[in-house]
């Protein structure tokens, strides 16, 4: 009997890491705040000894990487809820970063990275910056020519898509491609498919500052 809890016990710890790693940049700066969520500044931490995961330092709750294919991500959150995230690559400094989402969808089977990625929900826009990082700062991201002007605090300006954050304003790029590369057009009126060739942060699996700090430990 004992025997079985240890194995059920061990068999739980086990199944909290995620199948993929967040990118090298993200594990090595460790924490960072949601700067377009106004007012709860929820900070997300990584590290180098899980490179799995994604802390909500406020919450404890834990969201892994489950799968991606380039800069598609599906995030886990406990056994049965999935979403998508595309990463836009735009700072590989890691001082920010710039990411599309869904929301997440309860699955009663494990679903497959096209599915999740597949399903028709609108994407969001989320935004980080290193914890450390000023927000005037983080506003000042380098990005393609081809822009869309978003603003911070989620309020609109009349007929246009500017939107304000104190008196920054950042520019971020459309989401581009929404498909992940061999996964099926569902919707060909929205739907835009991936060549494969789009940038990524990196797939996190050889990162060097983890290599060369003691960054192991989430507490």
Not at 28 to 47: L, S
Not at 156 to 169: A, E, G, S
Request: aromatic letters at 10%; one cysteine or more.
């Amino acid at each position: 009997m004992l025997m079985n809890v240890l194995i059920l016990i061990i068999t739980f710890v086990f199944a909290a890491e995620g199948l993929c790693n967040f990118p090298c940049r993200r594990q090595e700066v460790e924490k960072y705040i949601k700067i377009n969520d106004p007012g709860k500044n929820a900070i997300i931490q990584f590290n180098c000894k899980h490179p799995t995961l994604a802390i909500s330092q406020g919450t404890g709750k834990t969201r892994e990487c489950f799968e991606r294919n380039g800069p598609f991500i599906v995030q886990r959150s406990g056994f049965r809820r999935f979403r998508c995230l595309k990463e836009m690559a735009i700072d590989l400094s890691g001082q920010n970063v710039v990411l599309y989402k869904k929301p997440f969808r309860s699955y009663l089977h494990t679903p497959s990275l096209c599915e999740v990625c597949g399903a028709q929900d609108c994407w969001s826009l989320a935004m980080f910056a290193a914890q450390g990082v000023s927000r005037q700062t983080a506003m000042k991201v380098n990005v393609p020519k081809r822009i869309l002007v978003v603003n911070i605090n989620l309020i609109p300006i009349v007929n246009t898509n500017i939107l304000l954050f104190d008196l920054f304003v950042v520019n971020v790029p459309p989401i581009g491609c929404n498909v992940p590369k061999n996964c099926p057009i569902k919707n060909p009126y929205k739907d835009v498919p991936c060549t494969g060739c789009e940038p990524t942060e990196g797939d996190g699996l050889c990162c060097r500052g983890c290599q060369k700090n003691g960054n192991n430990y989430f507490w």
